[in-house]
């Protein structure tokens, strides 16, 4: 199972909005709203920021939301703070009942 | 809150085997799915292995199909993953993390056990 796509980087100043973007196919994240979102800093483990497309677990802020259309699901951070500098990762349950994650995206806080 | 703790890493070489452990604790271990998610050096996320609450049914990546096997004893609140024929791509951190309850995303993940394959 291919990774799904993920920009390598996207970047944003204070206070801005950024869109992390997760392009996979008609058999994970086309098919299913089972698309979850994962944050890591370096040196950790991952940790749930969005799960089944736009729902947080409880404790996240609210400054990150996830959106899907089509085969494509999109992570959203608004009012960029220092902390959400990280890696992110998508991740889709699939038509074979596993799960692929994405490529990646390091989010950079200019 | 809620605390997994994986063990067993180490170096082996290739064609070896490992095994490793995940010791749950501060939740009903009983009641959840598991699974195995794993991350090359410097490289992103590969999901490895599911196995359902009870060890009913369980599911893996096809690049570790037939090599590895996942299993818990829910006695000792404690998951496994037997991984035999390893290969130097198998090196990598491995983490268990916990299925949410109700299914489909990881909602925490122990720190990790570095698994290095090499002659």
């Known amino acids: 199972q291919p990774a799904l796509t993920q920009p390598a980087s996207v970047s944003g100043s204070p206070g801005q909005s950024i869109t992390v973007s997760c392009t996979g196919t008609?058999?994970?994240?086309?098919?299913?709203?089972?698309v979850s979102w994962y944050q890591q800093h370096p040196g950790k483990a991952p940790k749930l920021m969005i799960y089944?497309?736009?729902k947080r677990p409880s404790g996240i802020s609210n400054r990150f939301s996830g959106s899907k259309s089509g085969s494509t699901a999109s992570l959203i951070i608004s009012g960029l703070q220092a902390e959400d500098e990280a890696e992110y990762y998508c991740?889709?349950?699939?038509?074979?009942?596993?799960?692929?994650f994405g490529s990646g995206t390091k989010v950079t806080v200019l | 809150q809620v605390q997994l703790v994986e063990s067993g890493g180490g170096v082996v070489q290739p064609g070896g085997s490992l095994r490793l452990s995940c010791a749950a604790s501060?939740?009903?271990?009983?009641?959840?799915?598991m699974h195995w998610v794993r991350q090359t050096p410097g490289k992103g996320l590969e999901w490895v292995a599911f196995?359902?609450?009870?060890?009913?049914?369980?599911y893996y990546a096809d690049s570790v199909k037939g090599r590895f096997t996942i299993s818990r004893d829910n006695s000792k609140n404690t998951l496994y993953l037997q991984m035999n024929s390893l290969r130097p791509e198998d090196t990598a951190v491995y983490y268990c993390?916990?299925?949410?309850?109700?299914?489909?995303?990881?909602?925490?993940w122990g720190q990790g056990t570095l698994v290095s394959v090499s002659s």
């Open positions: 993390a916990k299925d949410r309850g109700g299914g489909y995303s990881h909602d925490h």
């Open positions: 501060r939740f009903t271990f009983s009641s959840y799915g």
């Open positions: 196995i359902r609450y009870d060890g009913s049914n369980k």
């Open positions: 008609s058999s994970d994240v086309g098919g299913y709203n089972f």
């Open positions: 089944d497309v736009n």
């Open positions: 991740s889709s349950f699939t038509s074979t009942s596993t799960y692929v």
